[in-house]
């Protein structure tokens, strides 16, 4: 792993960790020689079948006495002979080879192959388009094989050695890197790495493939909770989650992850109002709590209004504070943190007074950012006039919810804590810059930290795994966005692909640093893109559920109004219907619907009616692209043709949590490919199943397959997920009709279970009956722009006035010369002064008219989130351009 971009002084083991010692990759001993191809010595050593696809053959594993040998055999031809594939014949394997000066033992050092891609990414640039193609593809297919092999592996049911899963999971990094380096090259390679991710559905933890067993053991002994490793490991890039591991002091030594084991996902940062201990900065301090005027608070909410902080610290460092009411857009900065840092004391609307200090250092340090946006940007000279000239009132307004929304402990403010929490939406949409702070961030010492570091340390903090933050930072878009880590505010920009930091990266850093923006910071863009019509209805949906499905909040029904606001609905709207009625109202306009919903174990309400039971009650689990979707008919939801593998099922008494089931003989004609092939069945919710299938019905049994890649059925061929449906009929033309039971586990196997069925295939169709005209009807919705904000905003300022320029420069030019060659009298000079001057501030003008403009769509956007003012009279400019 040392090609990887990590810290030079990252995480390492502090004591040998079982039998994985310190995790360094052992070299077992053997090299082969350089064959005709890549196969040549898996064939002689009968790692692979000598037929026309090479089938991988691991019987050869299980009839072997010396698992170490065939094993050594395996890294020779996936390790070595991969690089040797990839890079060339000329590489020389004694350069990955050391010694443990330690423990005197060989281990792989991958060092090298950083300057084996940059020489690669050289070469093929100068590479014809047909033979950068045909190499390629070459090392995908190659790369492919050798994932296949360690899911084979993982999946086959030999017991491994440690020091095998170590040999497993460096190949799958090995593997994980050559794709980084196709896509960081744009050699029009894909995204392997996206299309192989391993599926956290299928594995629960501590039961993880061999082959991320070592790295998940590693981060579970560097304290990471099990639900973060595996929403990582389905989230990013091998070698990212390897590059978040290394990180130093990156977890706060107060978390508890014991009350984590009987929870869906990671819960060590909910906190109870009640039980909420606030922390100094450091031990030693002992200062007193500050804040407004909480009763200030309350009488500008009961009057409709969103309360800000003018806040001030005085040259003793005392600060203090005023209760004002926000007026305008831009005109205050948003504070987003956790809770369960220890900054807030819930009880008191206050926080200590270090804590205080330590958030006005990161406002002083943002004026200049701040002061630059308000003088544009975009002007050389607005960074100079910022920190030298206009450098803004000493004074800042702020919003930070500790203070501005009354405790939940104050009997006499829920109502005001309701409208106060509603107006978060707006809050931070109009904010003019919002500070990010995390104490994972805020510790930081190294003040000259890499940005690639800098973005895993964001992506991997506790701020990142927050359903509040994720909102917050999402309506932040048009605001200037700094992240406060240690001594220094970082900006949002700073990690975007055409920042020039980018493009003095090496190739493994450029990976890192595309997959941590693609998975961790593009999402951020989606309140945005959802009101353009940029994305589709599906995407932005899939997109907002996976995002929010990966984090919590200490109060889970808050996600429903935050995922409304986001996808554009009235948040306010949809909290007024019942919790089984939110989720279909906002999927009423998709044109289909994932197929993740019905396979995945999700929760789902047995009592719910049984065209609605297959809809999730929370938002959990990851919708896949690999999944698919199904399509609504009149009829309901159609599973089609090309899922193959459907089944009915007859039995006569409740079925089990668990069964078998094989074909009839007559129907193995048909599908040779089944031929012998039984499948072990464990049941998601047997409950539901027992409530609705009873004795004596037919069910049938969905099973899908992905065999082009592994993604969702990575245990493809092996094991994968499905659902149960109760068979209600069966038409004319076969078709099924059914309701919903439950998702489902399976195995291919030979052996049977105490619960064994015989099945026959059913088809060609399967419908689940579903009537979604029922489903509630959404009154508000934001209303999409024909044209993407961010293009039209450079037309505007760019595209305008450049063009004015053009035709004042084309006309006035030509009439200067010809004053200057024809010697006309003065009364002409006075004109051409007049016109060109008037030309001039034209051009201003209409600068003016511009910047106005956006102005009005940006207070549109903004004012759309100010949902207690729905029904109430709409403001001028929105006559003008309404959203809704």
């Known amino acids: 792993m040392d090609h990887l971009p990590i810290p030079v002084d990252r995480q390492r083991p502090s004591r040998r960790v079982v039998a994985f010692a310190y995790f360094d990759i052992p070299f077992l001993g053997e090299v082969g020689e350089a064959g005709g191809d890549f196969y040549t010595y898996a064939v002689a050593h009968k790692i692979v079948n000598n037929d026309s696809d090479h089938s991988l053959n691991l019987d050869e594993l299980e009839d072997l006495e010396d698992v170490d040998l065939y094993f050594a055999r395996v890294q020779s031809w996936l390790y070595f002979g991969l690089v040797c594939d990839t890079f060339g014949s000329s590489v020389k394997f004694e350069d990955f080879i050391v010694v443990n000066a330690s423990t005197g033992d060989r281990i792989i050092n991958s060092a090298k ?18 033979a950068r193609t045909a190499d390629v593809e070459r090392i995908k297919q190659s ?121 869906i996902k990671c819960v060590a940062r909910d906190v109870d109002p009640d039980d909420h201990q606030a922390n100094h900065v450091t031990n030693s ?48 900065i948003a504070f987003s943190h956790v809770w369960a840092d220890g900054m807030v004391i819930p009880k008191q609307n206050k926080i200590f007074r270090c804590q205080f200090l330590k958030l006005a250092f990161y406002l002083e340090k943002a004026r200049v950012d701040v002061q630059t946006e308000r003088l544009f940007a975009f002007l050389p000279l607005a960074p100079f006039l910022a920190r030298h000239v206009f450098k803004g009132s000493q004074s800042f307004d702020i919003w930070l919810d500790i203070f501005c929304i009354p405790s939940i402990l104050h009997a006499d403010s829920q109502e005001l804590r309701r409208q106060a929490i509603a107006r978060i939406y707006y809050v931070f949409a109009a ?63 700073d990690f975007k692909e ?15 640093f595309r997959n941590l923006g693609d998975s961790a910071f593009i999402p951020f863009n989606i309140a945005w893109i959802a009101s353009q019509a940029v994305v589709s209805e599906y995407v932005a949906f899939a997109l907002i559920w996976n995002s929010l499905s990966a984090r919590s909040t ?184 059914t309701e919903f039971l439950s998702s489902l586990s399976y195995r291919f196997g030979t052996e049977k279970q105490t619960h064994h069925l015989q099945a026959s295939l059913a088809g060609p169709n399967v419908v689940l009956r579903c009537d979604r005209q029922q489903w509630y009807h959404a009154r508000l919705r934001r209303k999409k722009h024909t044209l993407a904000p961010e293009k039209f905003e450079r037309i505007l300022y760019f595209g305008v006035p450049a063009v004015l320029v053009f035709v004042m420069a084309a006309t006035m030019v030509p009439l200067w010369i010809w004053y200057g060659v024809t010697h006309q009298p003065v009364n002409v000079q006075a004109s051409l002064v007049l016109a060109t001057c008037g030309f001039a501030l034209f051009i201003v003008a209409v600068m003016m008219v511009v910047i106005f403009h956006e102005n009005l769509l940006f207070r549109n956007w903004v004012d759309s989130f100010d949902l207690e003012n729905d029904g109430q009279p709409k403001r001028w400019w929105k006559k003008i351009m309404p959203l809704w």
Request: glycine share 6%; proline share 5%.
């Open 431 to 493: 904010a003019e810059a919002v500070l990010i702070v995390d104490k994972s961030l805020t510790d930081v010492t190294d003040s000259d930290m890499p940005t690639t570091e800098l973005m895993a340390r964001v992506a991997s903090s506790g701020w990142m795994t927050r359903c509040w933050t994720f909102s917050e930072m999402s309506l932040a878009q048009k605001s200037v966005a700094l992240f406060c880590v240690g001594d220094r505010v970082i900006r949002y920009e």
């Open 554 to 737: 200490s109060w889970p029904g808050d996600v429903w109004g935050i995922m409304a606001t986001l996808l554009g609905y009235s948040g306010k709207e949809i909290m007024t219907l019942q919790e089984r009625d939110r989720l279909p109202a906002m999927m009423k306009e998709l044109p289909n619907i994932p197929a993740s919903f019905f396979f995945r174990d999700l929760p789902r309400s047995a009592s719910a009616p049984a065209q609605m039971r297959w809809i999730p009650t929370r938002v959990q689990g990851i919708i896949r692209d690999g999944d698919g979707t199904f399509a609504f008919t009149d009829g309901g939801i159609v599973f089609p043709r090309t899922l193959n593998l459907k089944f009915l099922l007859s039995h006569t008494t409740t079925v089990p949590p668990s069964f078998s089931f094989e074909f009839r003989h007559e129907d193995l004609s048909a599908r040779p490919d089944l031929l012998q092939i039984m499948f072990q069945i464990s049941l998601h919710d047997h409950d539901a199943v027992a409530q609705h299938a009873g004795s004596n019905a037919q069910i049938c049994i969905l099973l899908p397959r992905n065999e082009s890649q592994s993604g969702d059925s990575e245990t493809a061929y092996i094991s994968g997920l499905g659902c149960a449906l109760l068979v209600t009929s069966i038409r004319a033309d076969s078709t099924v009709e």
């Open 143 to 263: 790369t492919t094989v050798g994932w296949r092999f360690c899911d084979r592996a993982d999946h086959y049911g030999v017991s491994l050695k440690e020091q095998h899963m170590l040999v497993l999971s460096s190949i799958r990094i090995l593997i994980s890197s050559i794709w980084g380096m196709l896509r960081a090259s744009d050699v029009r390679a894909g995204n392997l790495n996206e299309d192989y991710r391993i599926s956290i559905d299928v594995i629960k933890w501590p039961r993880l493939p061999a082959s991320y067993r070592p790295l998940a053991v590693l981060m579970a002994e560097y304290g990471w909770c099990p639900h973060e490793i595996l929403r990582l490991l389905g989230t990013y890039h091998l070698t990212t989650v390897w590059t978040m591991t290394c990180l130093l002091r990156r977890i706060p030594a107060q978390l508890d992850h014991e009350r984590c084991a009987g929870a």
């Open 285 to 332: 301090c002992n200062c007193e709590a500050v804040g407004p005027d909480i009763e200030q608070v309350k009488t500008i909410l009961r009057g409709g209004g969103i309360p800000l902080i003018r806040c001030k610290i005085s040259e003793d460092g005392r600060p203090s504070f005023k209760v004002v009411s926000a007026k305008g857009v831009k005109r205050h």
């Open 113 to 130: 192959l950083k300057d084996l891609m940059a020489e690669w990414h050289s070469r093929v640039s100068k590479m014809s388009k047909q």
């Open 498 to 512: 055409d920042d020039k930091v980018f493009k003095g990266l090496d190739i493994p850093s450029r990976s890192l």
